[in-house]
């Protein structure tokens, strides 16, 4: 299992710092992982581009120690289980106001 560095330091109470991805470009992960980032935050909710658009962007950031964070488009456990299986750490799901949308965000 990849270690989670972000996971770590908030246990330990440390800052964390992290940036949005503004677009899903390769080069631009990697100079933003280079600014001593913890965590990289990719929007596929309010992006021109899917979740299928993202490729190899989060394996790119884990390599270089940056934790991806995915947040979906909507509450949908196959855009969940798909933001896992590309590479996230962590998946932000849009849209959850009743616990029975919080409870299928998390099956």
């Given at each position: 299992?990849?270690?989670?560095?972000?996971?770590?330091?908030?246990?330990a109470?440390?800052?964390?710092l992290?940036?949005?991805?503004?677009?899903?470009s390769?080069?631009v992960?990697t100079?933003?992982?280079r600014?001593?980032?913890?965590?990289?935050?990719?929007?596929?909710?309010h992006?021109?581009?899917?979740i299928?658009a993202?490729?190899?962007?989060?394996?790119?950031?884990?390599?270089?120690g940056?934790?991806p964070?995915i947040?979906?488009?909507?509450?949908d456990?196959?855009?969940?289980?798909?933001?896992?299986?590309?590479?996230?750490?962590?998946?932000?799901?849009p849209?959850?106001?009743?616990?029975?949308?919080a409870?299928?965000?998390?099956?």
């Amino acid at each position: 299992m990849y270690p989670n560095p972000l996971k770590q330091k908030l246990k330990a109470g440390e800052l964390v710092l992290g940036t949005a991805l503004p677009v899903f470009s390769s080069m631009v992960t990697t100079m933003a992982c280079r600014t001593g980032i913890d965590f990289l935050w990719i929007d596929t909710e309010h992006s021109a581009y899917d979740i299928e658009a993202l490729d190899a962007i989060p394996v790119l950031a884990r390599n270089q120690g940056v934790a991806p964070m995915i947040r979906v488009a909507w509450n949908d456990p196959h855009l969940i289980k798909k933001a896992y299986d590309i590479g996230a750490v962590a998946v932000m799901v849009p849209q959850v106001n009743t616990a029975e949308e919080a409870a299928k965000a998390v099956q």
